[in-house]
């Protein structure tokens, strides 16, 4: 440090610590599992350096996944098979996508400088699609992930003050400041929304009332986040996860609890004034409205053009220029589609839609199918993971937050974990 070279200095003092970490946890694949989890939610306000995140937590924990034996479960052992969980070849189609996709991208010259970065995220997607799958050994186990994911939530939801040190124009504004980065709006809204839609479902089937009361505490978090971003897909989103719960509970009290607590929080001033802002930008002349219709025109565009290649992991924000997009390159080239299934057809062609599709599809329905245990009672681990994908499947239609290296290894995460319960139910 004294001789000038701090980033020297940072590594000698910090790799040993994290090798210390990674030799610890790599007795069993629930610490590794746990590891990734509860580190995942720092990317929700870019509190971890991008490049720890990628190589310390993401691949250093999918690489130690692959090759720490599975740890024995206590539970489900009656219906656990030996097979796999049911999506080995929308995986592969997915991986055969990203690879013919990026040759394109080289062969026309419009590989952007980040497209090897991208690449290499979705290898991690897929891996965490897989060993999520693979290494969970009972329905217990992924419950006690997920709550230990919604705690790291909730705990670094509290220091939203204290990390989004400085917001740009005002308090509904596109982007955050944190310490390793600039966090948009709508990435922080889908992290919220996603660990709220699972806290709400823990909420409700909670039968304990001193477990439930902790789990609304907890679930106050990310609810007061997402109206803080003012997220208008994230709202969408969360709005699809609770009608989901509501069907699948049928509860008529929670029909009426939930419309009243809206009717009272709509009614404070705080919370109404920042509603109505968001709802009255809403229109034919909203700038965000515009450009989403210009993107997702010009998206098709691209894809249909390309539509069995693709351009590119999220590579379309550098070749839309190539097809007369009419933004200045230095003012447009930050925008994807704004959409999820626009941006994976321009990206990875029809086949690598197909494939995200499908394995979105085989997620939803898997952890929808495991809803029941062996006792006859709702999973709250299943209609969890199933509102929360059915949450991110909506946004999607009005955003493309998965350039966030977060966001893609969280819905990594949760489809890999749909597939867990979907072997452990035997349901494959």
């Known amino acids: 440090m004294g001789r000038g070279h701090s980033q020297l200095a940072i590594a000698l003092l910090v790799v040993p610590i994290q090798l210390c970490l990674m030799l610890l946890i790599s007795g069993s694949s629930s610490n590794i599992m746990r590891y990734i989890v509860v580190l995942l939610p720092a990317s929700m306000f870019e509190l971890l350096p991008y490049v720890y995140m990628h190589l310390a937590v993401y691949a250093g924990g999918i690489i130690l996944l692959s090759v720490v034996a599975p740890t024995a479960g206590s539970d489900d052992t009656a219906r656990k098979p030996k097979t796999g969980t049911g999506n080995t070849v929308p995986l592969a189609l997915f991986a055969v996508a990203v690879v013919l996709a990026a040759a394109n991208a080289y062969l026309r010259g419009w590989a952007g400088a980040d497209l090897p970065r991208y690449c290499f995220s979705a290898g991690l997607f897929l891996g965490a699609v897989w060993l999520f799958g693979a290494r969970p050994e009972s329905s217990k186990e992924v419950r006690r992930l997920l709550d230990l ?8 939801g509290i220091a939203l003050p204290l990390v989004a040190y400085s917001i740009t124009a005002d308090m509904l504004s596109e982007i955050i400041l944190s310490p390793h980065g600039a ?5 922080v809204g ?10 709400l479902v823990r909420a409700v089937l909670e039968r304990r009332w001193g477990a439930r009361v902790l789990r609304v505490l907890l679930l106050c978090v990310p609810l007061v986040v997402l109206v803080f971003t003012g997220s208008r897909g994230a709202w969408l989103g969360f709005g699809a996860s609770f009608l989901y719960l509501v069907f699948v509970v049928r509860s008529v009290w929670l029909f009426w609890l939930s419309l009243t607590f809206g009717s009272v929080l709509i009614t404070g001033d705080i919370v109404r004034a920042l509603v109505m802002t968001r709802v ?7 700038p965000s409205l515009l450009g989403r219709l210009l993107l997702w025109r010009f998206g ?3 894809g249909l053009n390309n539509w069995l290649t693709g351009v590119g992991f999220l590579n379309f924000r550098h070749v839309k220029h190539s097809y007369g997009f009419p933004w200045p390159r230095a003012v447009g080239l930050p925008y994807n589609t704004h959409n ?3 941006e994976f057809f321009t990206s990875l062609g029809i086949v690598g839609l197909v494939a995200f599709v499908w394995l979105l599809m085989l997620g939803i329905v898997a952890a929808h199918k495991s809803r029941y245990g062996l006792s006859g009672r709702l999973r709250p681990e299943s209609i969890g993971i199933a509102a929360m994908l059915i949450g991110v499947a909506v946004h999607g239609m009005l955003d493309a937050v998965i350039w966030q290296h977060g966001m893609l290894m969280l819905l990594g995460v949760l489809l890999g974990l749909a597939g867990a319960l979907r072997r452990l139910n035997g349901r494959v």
């Open 183 to 187: 966090v948009n709006r709508n990435v």
């Open 340 to 342: 999820l299934y626009l």
């Open 280 to 286: 009255q930008a809403t229109g034919a002349v909203d």
């Open 190 to 199: 889908a992290h919220a929304s996603t660990a709220a839609s699972y806290l």
């Open 149 to 156: 994911m919604m705690i790291s939530y909730a705990v670094i």
């Open 300 to 302: 098709l565009v691209v």
